[in-house]
């Protein structure tokens, strides 16, 4: 599917009109340098039809091998630019300031009243308010602090495992939102069909839908967003408007929660009443700040956890050599723990291979460049919209020899630990990297541990006690996943049926 349809392009002839004649040469660039090397455009629409929607960054990784690390985008007169390779966007996108700004999108930011959520807010003075607020209680030191929270979904993770582990997508999408709520408002959750979990999921539904670019006309042509929602063709304006109403609850419901702890006096520790305390009540910036961590925070860890299980389904050899790494310094009479960490170099490799194999936003977040800029001989035009190909960045085969292939061992020994570490671009570049990374990736680490020392994770087999293959699709979008698959989980032995049932140590 293209970014516009013809039947898109024959409704607005006006807007065409309007596009062909922005799109036209600016005065702009002095130096006369030329654009980035760019596929042939079409007339009038540029490179607009030839974009897809689903898995673009699969077209821009073809256009990479004939055109170059950098490719430039004409999309009815907007500007595009594509960064293929970690050296250019950490260049740019790293170093730069000019380039720490985001393009609006009208679906995701404008017309659902979400332009002052922290992942499309422009680099402004709120911004860096938003920046310093969440890094006081998400920086590297002080996620000591919530390993607690962590363990403890990871815990509930293999209990519910033990008791229904043909239901293991579900227990698997529900970890990381227990973790976070806990985390980021003391909430406590039991279950899937928790509200806090039913409107986030379709709040990540939507956004997976509607969060790109090319995803909507309107996010083409902003003055589309004028149309009135009762006119043909505008359902986009629904959409936008519902997508606002659940931002504004997942936002509001948590913060007042906390609030009303805060005022009976019980409370529970959590980021959200720290910030409360700190900023002496400033509910405007914490409750938009301490939302921003919770949107963001649950997706891209059930992602990950996704990954790594369909991994461990398809490779038994890696999942046993985890499993005696695991054996060896943890021992089985009790559940690793974050201190265990640095002596388990081969789960490391693991979270590296996972982040890798299966970028969790294969896009990152687009980017916009503030003021026109000149890299490597090129012009980039003020205002571009800059994405980085995190996908192409992870298939680069100078860096990760055989990139398709799942294989840890790339992450091992000296050569291994200098290899480009999938989270120096997985989590975004410069200003605007995650600053939930932190917490992403200690999640990350308690889980997997969790489960190789438990349980053996595996391919089904039919009556004849032949493997079958699983059915493996993934849901392609703003934040990738795969879909849920057949498998056979079982715990390693009695002893791991009991740690399960105990309770464990940080």
């Given at each position: 599917m293209a970014?516009?349809?013809p039947s898109h392009i024959a409704s607005v002839a006006i807007l065409v009109f309007l596009a062909f004649y922005v799109s036209k040469p600016s005065k702009a660039n002095p130096r006369k340098f030329p654009l980035p090397p760019s596929p042939k455009p079409d007339p009038i629409v540029g490179h607009a039809l030839q974009i897809p929607i689903a898995e673009s960054w699969l077209k821009f990784l073809e256009w990479k091998k004939q055109l170059g690390n950098i490719i430039y985008l004409n999309a009815m007169g907007q500007h595009i630019i594509i960064l293929n390779s970690y050296e250019v966007a950490h260049e740019l996108?790293?170093?730069?300031?000019?380039?720490?700004?985001?393009?609006?999108?009208?679906?995701?930011?404008?017309?659902?009243?979400?332009?002052?959520?922290?992942?499309?807010?422009?680099?402004?003075?709120?911004?860096?308010?938003?920046?310093?607020?969440?890094?006081?209680?998400?920086?590297?030191?002080?996620?000591?602090?919530?390993?607690t929270n962590q363990a403890d979904a990871a815990s509930d993770l293999l209990r519910a495992l033990l008791e229904s582990p043909k239901d293991f997508?579900?227990?698997v999408r529900l970890m990381p939102g227990k973790a976070i709520l806990s985390t980021v408002y003391?909430?406590?959750?039991?279950?899937?069909?928790?509200?806090?979990?039913?409107?986030a999921e379709e709040f990540s539904a939507l956004i997976a839908k509607w969060g790109l670019p090319g995803s909507?006309?309107?996010?083409v042509f902003p003055l589309l967003g004028y149309i009135p929602s009762w006119f043909p063709g505008a359902n986009f304006k629904r959409v936008a408007n519902h997508l606002g109403q659940l931002a504004r609850r997942l936002r509001e419901q948590p913060f007042q929660h906390v609030k009303s702890k805060i005022t009976s006096g019980v409370l529970e520790p959590s980021m959200t009443a720290t910030l409360i305390n700190e900023t002496g009540g400033d509910d405007e910036y914490v409750s938009w700040v301490s939302g921003g961590m919770y949107i963001a925070g649950a997706d891209t860890t059930a992602s990950a956890l996704a990954t790594f299980m369909l991994m461990m389904t398809l490779h038994p050899r890696i999942q046993k050599?985890?499993?005696?790494?695991?054996?060896?310094?943890?021992?089985?009479?009790?559940?690793?723990?974050?201190?265990?960490?640095e002596n388990l170099p081969y789960v490391e490799c693991i979270i590296k291979e996972v982040l890798r194999w299966y970028p969790i936003a294969p896009l990152a977040v687009p980017h916009r460049l503030m003021e026109e800029d000149y890299y490597e001989g090129y012009w980039m035009p003020a205002n571009s919209t800059v994405i980085p190909n995190v996908w192409a960045m992870s298939r680069d085969g100078t860096i990760y020899k055989d990139p398709e292939a799942f294989y840890?061992?790339?992450?091992?020994?000296?050569?291994?630990?200098?290899?480009?570490?999938?989270?120096?671009?997985?989590f975004g570049f410069g200003r605007r990297t995650c600053v939930g990374m932190h917490?992403?990736?200690?999640?990350?680490?308690?889980?997997?541990?969790?489960?190789?020392?438990?349980?053996?994770?595996?391919?089904?087999?039919?009556?004849?006690?032949?493997?079958?293959?699983?059915?493996?699709?993934?849901n392609a979008g703003l934040i990738n996943r795969v879909n849920p698959w057949q498998c056979d989980i079982r715990p390693r032995s009695a002893q791991a049926v009991e740690l399960i049932r105990s309770d464990h140590s940080t």
């Open positions: 970014l516009l349809s996108l790293g170093r730069r300031a000019i380039y720490s700004d985001r393009p609006k999108l009208q679906m995701a930011s404008e017309l659902s009243g979400n332009s002052n959520a922290y992942f499309n807010l422009a680099y402004n003075d709120r911004w860096k308010r938003y920046r310093k607020l969440s890094h006081s209680v998400m920086h590297k030191s002080a996620m000591h602090k919530y390993w997508y579900s227990h003391g909430i406590h959750i039991e279950s899937e069909e928790d509200e806090y979990i039913v409107m909507a006309l309107v996010n050599k985890a499993q005696e790494e695991i054996d060896r310094v943890v021992g089985s009479n009790r559940l690793p723990t974050f201190k265990d960490r840890p061992e790339r992450f091992e020994d000296k050569a291994g630990n200098d290899l480009l570490d999938p989270r120096s671009y997985i917490f992403t990736d200690d999640s990350m680490y308690i889980v997997f541990a969790y489960i190789l020392a438990t349980f053996d994770i595996s391919k089904l087999r039919d009556d004849n006690g032949v493997e079958v293959e699983p059915s493996v699709t993934f």
